[in-house]
């Protein structure tokens, strides 16, 4: 076995014990495997060893990536990072899923593009700042209600939920990711918003006890960047 094989092994591994302490079916958990930084070689070998779902933070960086291994044919591509809505064309053209919404003008963009793209439709999540923390990107609890409506305003996207980047502390972040579900809750539940989007290496089994349906995991399948 490779040894991204054995790190995506560990962290299956985790999330089938992490759902089930708490009750959970683990296949209402999916795995995004987040290569950022990483080879396409390191991306062929998680994509061997079974992994479908791969999650990119960087534009260009995805784009130059699905290029390269556009002969995957069942791999699905998660943008993560922070968008600008100058960079949103590279994205459209490939994506799965964007998980990085935060405003109206990025709806907007995502949505243009998506359209003349001929594409089909773009599922999204809105990405919150439950904490409020300053130096972290995504809409404010206060907001959400109108990036939400943002989004359905764009007839080529489709709202599938939510995601969050928490506090490192995993106090904190348990409390973000509690509240991340209270606001799924108060705007429509899962029905509306069928995904939480919420976890990485060192906190997955916390986000996976609050409800989580994607964990975002690099390090501890890829190891260090
Ligand atoms: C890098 C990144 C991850 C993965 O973090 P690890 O700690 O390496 O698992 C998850 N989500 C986002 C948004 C990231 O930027």
């Not at 708490?22 to 296949?27: C, E, N, Y």
């Not at 990711?177 to 209270?182: P, R």
Request: charged share 25%; hydrophobic share 45%.
């Amino acid at each position: 076995m490779t040894v991204v094989a054995q790190g995506l092994a560990r962290v299956r591994d985790r999330i089938v014990r992490a759902a089930t302490a708490v009750g959970r079916d683990p296949a209402e958990v999916r795995l995004i495997a987040v290569s950022k930084t990483k080879p396409a070689s390191a991306i062929r070998e998680a994509y061997a060893a079974g992994q479908r779902d791969f999650g990119e933070n960087y534009a260009q960086e995805l784009a130059q990536k699905a290029e390269e291994l556009s002969d995957l044919t069942e791999l699905r591509w998660h943008f993560i990072g922070h968008l600008q809505t100058n960079k949103a064309r590279f994205v459209v053209r490939v994506a799965h899923m964007v998980h990085t919404v935060d405003g109206p003008s990025l709806a907007r963009e995502l949505g243009k593009r998506t359209a003349k793209e001929g594409r089909e439709p773009l599922p999204v999540l809105v990405e919150v700042n439950v904490g409020g923390e300053p130096q972290k990107h995504g809409a404010t609890a206060m907001d959400l209600k109108d990036v939400l409506a943002s989004v359905d305003a764009e007839p080529s996207l489709l709202v599938r939920g939510l995601m969050t980047m928490p506090p490192s502390d995993f106090e904190s972040a348990r409390r973000a990711f509690e509240a991340l579900g209270s606001l799924r809750a108060l705007h429509g539940g899962p029905k509306r918003l069928p995904e939480l989007s919420m976890g990485m290496s060192d906190d997955l089994e916390i986000a996976v006890a609050c409800g989580a349906t994607l964990v975002r995991v690099g390090t501890a399948i890829f190891g260090g960047r």
